[in-house]
């Protein structure tokens, strides 16, 4: 006795990849993100045979639907950021985030922690109309039907996150060296990771903006600085009274961080922090730590 074959099984199935890196883009929480795909499929298969076999693009009503959760999840993920403990950042993800490769979100410029922390200052509905539009190149027709608003309003939506995204870089002239997964952020951040490590308080200051900021977030369940530090010898000081406090099991390490060149501390072989850096010409502009245990759990088994 043979099963029947279900024809759009491996259809919708391969739709898993995009849906997780769409929903991570708009979410900025890997845990949030495979929540909103698993609803998707949930939603998909409450749905009879008869239903799915009248949806004649399978992968484009995903789309819709994963839309639509992270729209919704967008909501309520602010008054929840609300009554978070200390600031939120995004959750950092190391080079591989799954053991299944169809889960994997592919590491790319848009999901660097710089452009993830300007994402969290869109609306839900400018975010979710420029990440469909700019970044995964859906027409603001398309766009129009997920947000519930006209084409011409998506357009103005994501020229309005397009200008918050323009302000947020660099200036041109401060980006003129070459940044990236290799060239001079490696060396910057090798150099700081040395620095730091050598309780060298006069590199680490010659390594940072004078403007530069540093963020942590802790999210109440580990140890960490509660306001943002601002100012290059303000983070350096701060940076080495933790290079002072350090635990002598605990080791930072080299590693990618959201597709661009970072740090991690370890201790008792499990990450217990995550460092991201954005760097403008040869100076760090902004450092994000994340200590929160929530947020390194892909860390751990990567």
């Known amino acids: 006795m043979t099963t029947r074959s279900d024809p759009s099984l491996d259809a919708i199935m391969s739709e898993r990849r995009h849906l997780t890196n769409l929903a991570y883009r ?15 499929y949930t939603r998909w298969y409450a749905m ?8 004649r693009s399978p992968g484009a009503w995903l789309t819709t639907v994963a839309s639509r959760v992270c729209l919704n999840l967008l909501g309520s993920a602010r008054a929840r950021r609300e009554t978070y403990v200390g600031e939120w950042i995004p959750e950092p993800l ?14 790319d410029e848009s999901v660097n922690m710089a452009f993830l922390v300007v994402l969290e200052s ?3 509905a400018e975010r979710v109309a420029f990440i469909l539009h700019d970044v995964f190149c859906h027409s ?24 918050r995204v323009r302000a947020a870089r660099p200036s041109p002239t401060a980006t003129a060296r070459p940044v990236g997964g290799g060239g001079v952020v490696v060396v910057v951040v090798r150099e700081f990771k040395q ?18 900021t540093a963020v942590a977030d802790g999210g109440g369940r580990a140890t960490t600085f509660q306001h943002p530090i601002e100012g ?17 099991d605990m080791t930072f390490l080299e ?14 072989g499990a990450v217990v922090t995550v460092f991201a850096f954005e760097v403008a010409g040869d100076r760090i502009k902004h450092i994000w730590v994340i200590r929160n245990p929530d947020k390194l759990r892909h860390w751990t088994t990567a």
């Open 26 to 40: 708009l979410l900025g929480s890997l845990a949030e993100a495979e929540d909103a795909v698993q609803e998707t």
């Open 48 to 55: 009879s045979r008869q239903e799915q076999d009248a949806i």
């Open 94 to 107: 190391p080079d591989g985030t799954a053991a299944d490769p169809a889960d994997r979100v592919t590491l």
């Open 122 to 124: 869109m609306t839900p």
């Open 140 to 163: 603001f027709a398309e766009v129009a039907e997920i947000v519930g608003r006209t084409p011409a309003a998506c357009r103005q939506l994501a020229s309005s996150a397009r200008r």
């Open 195 to 212: 620095a730091w490590e050598a309780k060298d308080i006069g590199a680490l200051i010659a390594l940072l903006d004078p403007d530069a």
């Open 232 to 248: 290059g010898e303000q983070i350096a000081h701060a940076w080495m009274e933790i290079a002072r406090r350090r635990p002598d």
């Open 255 to 268: 590693r990618t961080v959201n597709g661009q060149p970072g740090l991690v501390a370890e201790q008792g």
